[in-house]
């Protein structure tokens, strides 16, 4: 298990990796945390002719608060996340989901843009994004554009990012003040990538009812997922037993999960119901209590 | 055909010594300290990123060697097991810890688990036991069981804090 | 004299070295201008092989060598040998050095690339061109059997290796006795050991010397050099094998032979250059021993009050594409059945089948768990029948502690009869149900079941068989300085020998632990042995060290007593020195004695040897039979079939303990592992025989965070047949997991009729089955 060969490039300015990018384009590919791609080399499961390291593009260490967003830059580590007060004070729910992603060696070098453009359907993060209606900020030859997420994940492994295009920011819209929120992760020994896992988020009315929620998806198919019509079904509700059952046939109508060694679809559908509404409940806990911690 | 691998001079701190070494841009950095550097006490359980044993520290903090590469490695400080211990005579207080609680049978995982612990007392030094499994969740052992691992993190979060 | 030693949790001498880094694993021996091994691996389980075309590797950058099977000499062109042979073994085919023109299990070794580095011979194996022809293959050891199937080994015109049976008693008349009569079928499925060292070898051959030197890691050292000798036409003191330290065995680290160590010390011999191999753990999956698929089926006679009168047991067992170990597991499951109860009438059969799947050998537990699991669900299944307590079922069955020694009728994997050597089964049951609070369990289950919750405890009891023969030996000497040199063949793969060995030393000597330098497992300190499995180092090696400090400890004895002019009788040893009792001040230190065992002028007695060193061998007469007991209460999440340990009891009897810290340490990994095997472990192929679970993101082995505390309990019931009285402990922690687990389960669900019949569960499985039960929030099993 050793990688095969490839040529390497660090550059240290985002212009530079964009133009190494173009210049290999279809052979290139970013490295950057590499707890995904390492492993993929190794097992010799990837073979890119040249690896586009952005590891020395400084100015992409960073975490922003800034106009109603979270931006995160590519290089901003998963624990850098995890560890960060504004992302606990103001989104706590990435917070909560960061800490499901691997285990404090993987979340050292790991980083959330790259777990985003990864594109693993049974990862944290871009359920998380398509929680927060997130977008991913990319530079390629012809500029800069912001991906929205439903515009980003097409299916298992594969976004819209061009070959010649690196990303360079995360954007999570801040959730609305006093919003209850949850992570709630089926998985098969901790650590492991989710086998489904629901993020929620709730704002509550003064009598204890729904005004919003949302709810994101990850494991249940080639995406992740917002099951819209659970989503409408609950605005104005109380979360009694039988709105929640109601929700519950809806988020698994919405989704389209695949059987593997590890669960069957049938498995991951009646699990996305039953997490969705304990991760409602919880949600609406905390919404109760003003949306803190 | 196969692409050819390009070569770099790199620069790196491992336990406060400086190495100078040209290397193949693939060579992972578990294999550099292995075998350029002959610290061999850095184990490779699995090349994947899941078993922890390769687990060392980059800038102080634990990372899995087998999810880099030495070029990586550039301008950076690495430390090591075999830069835990103060001299030849003593022991680290992680190490002491478990020498005496016997969290180790093979010793394979145990370097790595080091590494891992040390970080981890650094930042936490009062850990709950449920934190202490947490910590440790990276790194596989296969002989122990971890319950004596899991003594020997709280005895060693007890030594470290009487020394301080 | 009072035990200082023996028995007592000393720190391991191992320790230090390790813990700096500083340990010898195969892979950290690194040798000038030595190369580098990479094999091409078959991707199907079962093809002719058309054609094999190596120019394109051989031209690759850094490669020195490339060879097939038609490059072999003749020596290593045929099967390798087998290990061990059984007459019901009608079939005992080997695995080859290289695949002869067929290949029988995905993973299987067609060719070896040797390059200047691992990378480059990596690169180079990806160049290799084999036309395959792939055929059908044989996967499902059921399907193995109908008619018609594809063959794995066509010229013997079956799938069926070996058809054993054993008897006890009179079966059939037990069935026309009994009040209740039932069948189950049970089906542990795959898994591996999966030490966290895959294997290695590094070979260097001198030519000046005309020796072979061998770094292994294995557990059989002497058996390696032994047999590598006689393969390369050698003597066997050309040939030295040193296992230095190894990061964890398990058992499949012993096998005669992985076809890389006869590849790599004869590339090393034929290329002049020393050579390593180190398995990768995606080859690990496929290319080392793997175990634990057996079919039950099995009928029961039971009187009504619980008394069990016969079993009928008939099972397959899946020994993959080749059966080099013979019938070991098969036979240890058989005669593990019984554990603890009385089974007066027993008929135990089984057929060994080969399938296109990685071989199989023994790994913890070997085919211990399996009995376990079938007996303890039989036991559950007699309460449940006959609505008697199953704890009350077990007692009702039990061996007592005056039925010593207790014959089981059956022949056990030694040869020797199963007759258990002492034992208190009835006390083992009793701390059990202490430790775990077994008379408070109704009250709480039911206030569990009251707060929604599911939560059950299961128990399970077992018989270990341990310390098979037929020998080990060992060397104690004492050095000019007083410190002591201990050698044995055993090697050791954690299993701490450098302290408990040294422990039993210091003991007999009187000197201290860490001034007893134990050395194991390199031939050229030790050569006679067979190795370290089935719990026996401890046992057999441990008495062997013992019987020989003894021997010099009579020797320093006669030397010294001579020396302070004192009768023997009146002289003790005692820190680090012989002196007389009573009068401390005269004495002599231990290496005075041994610089006047060999003086180099004036007499020493006649028919005394010089030097004050012994060798001793041991050669139990038959096994030594540990037992115990696990408990644990497990709750379910009915609605995601997760489960959660909430408390785990061991009670363990293994005879006089030499360090109670380590038989405890133990015990931890084998019921870690048993927990991996019960829920998270199992090695998946596909119809093809591809195997689907090749990395650490697939085979899940539990972390800090699935392993639960464990409160250990022991028992110490001396064994008769040793000096030290002295039982195995190596396996014990793992073989009652399986069974307790689904008993606790099947416990958390009382009243749903659930009954598991299969290992592992998982997830997926778990809340399916509490589907179809009806469990309230597992779902409808409808898609
Ligand atoms: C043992 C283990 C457990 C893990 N468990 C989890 C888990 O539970 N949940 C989880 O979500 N993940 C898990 N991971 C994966 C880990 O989170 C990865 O870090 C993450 O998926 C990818 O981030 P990275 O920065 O490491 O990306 P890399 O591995 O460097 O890259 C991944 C892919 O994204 C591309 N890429 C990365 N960054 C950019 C960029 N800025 N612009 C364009 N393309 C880019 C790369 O070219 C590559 O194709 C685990 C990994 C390991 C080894
Ligand atoms: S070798 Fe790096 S994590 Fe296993
Ligand atoms: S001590 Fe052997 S793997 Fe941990």
Redesign the interface.
């Known amino acids: 298990?050793?990688?095969?060969?490839?040529?390497?490039f660090?550059p240290t300015s985002v212009d530079e990796a964009v133009e190494l990018l173009s210049t290999h384009a279809d052979?290139a590919k970013v490295l950057a945390g590499?707890?995904s791609l390492?492993?993929m080399?190794?097992?010799r499961l990837a073979r890119p002719?040249?690896?586009v390291?952005i590891?020395r593009i400084e100015s992409l260490s960073y975490l922003r608060v800034e106009d109603g967003h979270l931006a995160v830059g590519a290089l901003a580590r998963h624990?850098m996340v995890e560890k960060a007060p504004e992302v606990a004070a103001r989104v706590p729910v990435l917070q909560e989901a960061v800490r499901h992603v691997?285990?404090?060696?993987?979340r050292?070098?790991g980083t959330v843009t790259g777990s985003i453009v990864h594109a693993d359907p049974s990862a944290e993060m871009p359920a998380v994004l398509a929680l927060l209606d997130g977008s991913v900020r990319v530079v390629g030859p012809s500029g800069t554009r912001d991906i929205p997420w439903q515009e980003l994940f097409l299916t298992y492994f594969t976004t819209t990012l061009g070959p010649d295009e690196l990303a360079v920011e995360t954007r999570f819209p801040l959730p609305p003040a006093g919003a209850g929120w949850s992570f709630m992760e089926v998985a098969r020994r901790?650590?492991d990538f989710a086998l489904v896992a629901v993020a929620a988020l709730v704002t509550a009315d003064e009598t204890g009812r729904v005004k919003e929620a949302r709810l994101s998806l990850a494991g249940v198919g080639g995406t992740p997922v917002r099951p819209e019509r659970a989503e409408a079904l609950l605005a104005g509700q109380a979360l009694e037993d039988d709105v929640l059952a109601a929700v519950a046939d809806a988020v698994r109508e919405a989704i389209e999960p695949e059987s593997d060694i590890h669960a069957s679809a049938e498995y991951r559908r009646h699990v996305a119901g039953v997490l969705a509404g304990r991760a409602l409940r919880a949600a609406m806990e905390r919404a109760r209590r003003g949306g803190e911690g | 055909m196969?692409?050819?691998?390009?070569r770099?001079r790199i620069r790196v701190t491992v336990n406060g010594q400086v190495y100078e070494r040209e290397v193949?841009?693939?060579?992972?950095l578990s294999?550099f300290l292995?075998?350029e550097l002959?610290?061999?006490?850095?184990?490779?359980?699995?090349?994947?990123?899941?078993?922890?044993?390769c687990?060392v520290q980059?800038d102080g903090?634990?990372?899995?060697s087998?999810?880099?590469?030495a070029?990586?490695a550039d301008g950076r400080e690495i430390r090591?097991?075999?830069g835990?211990?103060p001299d030849e005579e003593r022991?680290h207080p992680i190490?002491e810890a478990?020498?005496?609680a016997?969290g180790?049978?093979?010793?394979?995982?145990?370097?790595g688990f080091?590494m891992?612990v040390e970080?981890?007392l650094r930042e936490n030094p009062d850990p709950t036991?449920e934190e202490?499994?947490?910590?440790?969740?990276?790194?596989?052992?296969?002989?122990?069981?971890?319950?004596?691992?899991?003594k020997a993190v709280r005895l060693a979060a007890e030594k470290l804090r009487a020394g301080r | 004299m009072a035990t200082r030693y023996f028995g007592q949790?000393i720190?391991?001498n191992?320790?230090?070295r390790?813990?700096?880094?500083?340990?010898l694993?195969v892979?950290?021996v690194?040798l000038p201008g030595m190369l580098h091994m990479a094999l091409v691996r078959s991707p199907y389980a079962r093809a002719r092989i058309r054609r094999i075309d190596t120019s394109k590797a051989l031209a690759?950058p850094g490669v020195v060598a490339v060879i097939t099977h038609a490059d072999l000499p003749a020596n290593l062109q045929g099967p390798l040998p087998p290990l061990i042979p059984h007459p019901t073994l009608k079939h005992h085919k080997t695995q080859f050095a290289l695949a002869p023109g067929q290949v029988r299990h995905a993973g299987e070794a067609v060719a070896a690339v040797v390059a200047e580095s691992r990378?480059a011979a990596e690169?180079a194996a990806e160049l290799v061109e084999v036309e395959y022809e792939p055929l059908p293959a044989v996967v499902d050891m059921e399907k193995a059997l109908e008619p018609g199937s594809p063959l794995v080994h066509e010229d013997i015109g079956t799938n069926v290796a070996a058809h054993y049976t054993q008897v006890v008693g009179d079966v059939e008349k037990a069935f026309a006795e009994a009040d209740l009569v039932f069948e189950e079928v049970f089906r542990p499925d795959r898994g591996q050991?999966?030490?966290?060292?895959?294997r290695g070898v590094v070979a260097v051959y001198d030519r000046n010397l005309e020796t072979l030197t061998i770094w292994d890691s294995t557990q059989a050292p002497i058996r390696i050099r032994s047999g590598l000798a006689e393969l390369y036409g050698m003597r066997a003191n050309q040939v030295r094998v040193i296992a230095p330290?190894?990061?964890?065995?398990?058992g499949p680290k012993i096998m005669m032979f992985y076809p890389e160590e006869v590849l790599v010390p004869w590339l090393a011999m034929k290329l002049g250059r020393p050579v390593k191999y180190i398995e990768?753990?995606r080859e690990h999956f496929f290319a080392t021993n793997q175990e634990r698929d057996q079919i039950h089926r099995v009928q029961v006679a039971v009187r009504k009050d619980g008394t069990i009168l016969g079993i009928k047991d008939v099972f397959l067992y899946d020994t993959g594409a080749y059966i080099p170990y013979g019938l070991i597991i098969p036979i240890v499951a058989s005669c593990t059945l019984p554990g603890p109860y009385k089974i007066p009438n027993y008929h135990a059969e089984f057929k060994a089948v080969f399938t296109n799947k990685t071989i199989c050998s023994p790994y913890r537990g070997a085919g211990r768990p399996h009995g376990v699991f079938v007996m303890e669900r039989i036991i559950n299944r007699i309460a449940e029948e006959l609505g008697i307590d199953r704890v009350e079922v077990r007692r009702r069955n039990l061996i007592q502690p005056d039925e010593f020694p207790y014959d089981v009728g059956l022949i056990y994997q030694d040869n020797a009869p199963l007759r258990y050597d002492s034992g208190n089964y009835p006390g083992l049951l009793d701390k059990l149900l202490k430790l775990i609070e077994y008379d408070q369990w109704p009250a709480r289950k039911e206030q569990y079941r009251k707060e929604g919750r599911y939560v059950g405890l299961g128990l399970a009891l077992y018989v270990e068989g341990t310390g098979v023969g037929p020998y080990e030996g060992a060397r104690v000497h004492v050095e000019p300085s007083g410190k002591v040199w201990v050698a044995t063949g055993v090697g050791t793969?954690?299993?701490?020998h450098q302290t408990t060995f040294a422990q039993i030393v210091a003991e007999e000597l009187g000197v201290r632990v860490e001034d007893v330098e134990v050395v194991t497992g390199d031939t050229g300190a030790f050569h006679w042995g067979t190795g370290t499995f089935a719990s026996r180092a401890a046992v057999v090696a441990g008495n062997a060290v013992a019987l020989a400090a003894r021997d010099v400890k009579a020797k320093a004895l006669e030397v010294a007593a001579n020396l302070l002019e004192a009768s023997v009788e009146d002289l003790e040893l005692a820190d680090g020195q012989v002196r007389v009792k009573g009068a401390p001040q005269r004495a002599v230190s231990l290496g005075q004695v041994a610089v006047a065992a060999n003086p180099l002028r004036g007499t020493i007695p006649p028919g005394q040897e010089p030097g004050l060193e012994a060798a001793r061998y041991f050669n139990p007469p038959q096994s030594a039979f540990s037992a115990g007991g696990h408990a644990a209460i497990i709750e379910v999440d009915p609605a995601t079939g997760m489960i959660k340990i909430l408390k785990y009891a061991v009670v363990h009897d293994c005879g006089r303990l030499i360090n109670p810290?380590?038989v405890?340490?133990?015990?931890?990994?084998?019921?870690?592992?048993g927990i991996g095997g019960s829920f998270y472990e199992r090695l998946v192929f596909d119809e093809n025989g591809q195997l689907l679970t090749t990395?650490?993101?697939d085979f899940l082995?539990p972390?800090?965070?699935e392993?639960p505390?464990?409160a250990i309990d022991h028992q110490e019931t001396p064994s008769p047949l040793n000096p030290l009285g002295v039982k195995g402990a190596g396996e014990a922690?793992v073989i009652p997991v399986p069974a307790l687990f689904v008993d606790a389960i099947e416990d958390a669900f009382s009243g749903y009729g659930l009954r598991f019949r299969e290992v592992p569960l998982d997830p997926n499985r778990l809340r399916q089955a509490l589907a179809e039960a009806g469990v309230p929030g597992a779902g409808s099993t409808a898609a």
């Open positions: 298990m050793k990688p095969p060969r490839f040529r390497y660090a052979a590499g707890q390492v492993p080399l190794n097992l002719e040249v690896l390291d590891n624990r691997g285990h404090v060696q993987i050292n070098r901790h650590g | 196969l692409p050819e691998s390009s770099h193949e841009a693939r060579l992972l294999d292995r075998y002959g610290l061999t006490g850095t184990h490779v359980g699995c090349e994947h990123g899941v078993c922890g044993a687990t980059l903090q634990p990372v899995r087998c999810l880099m590469f070029v990586q090591t097991v075999e835990l211990a022991l190490q478990f020498w005496e016997h180790l049978q093979c010793g394979f995982c145990t370097p080091l891992t970080a981890f036991d202490i499994r947490e910590a440790i969740s990276g790194n596989l052992c296969r002989c122990t069981g971890y319950v004596n691992i899991i | 949790p720190k391991r191992e320790d230090p390790l813990l700096r880094g500083r340990g694993y892979d950290d690194q690759a990378y690169d050991a999966q030490p966290m060292e895959t330290n190894v990061g964890g065995g398990f990768d753990r793969q954690g299993q701490s810290m380590v405890e340490g133990q015990i931890h990994g084998g019921v870690a592992q990395t650490f993101m082995i972390t800090a965070m392993v505390d464990i922690g």
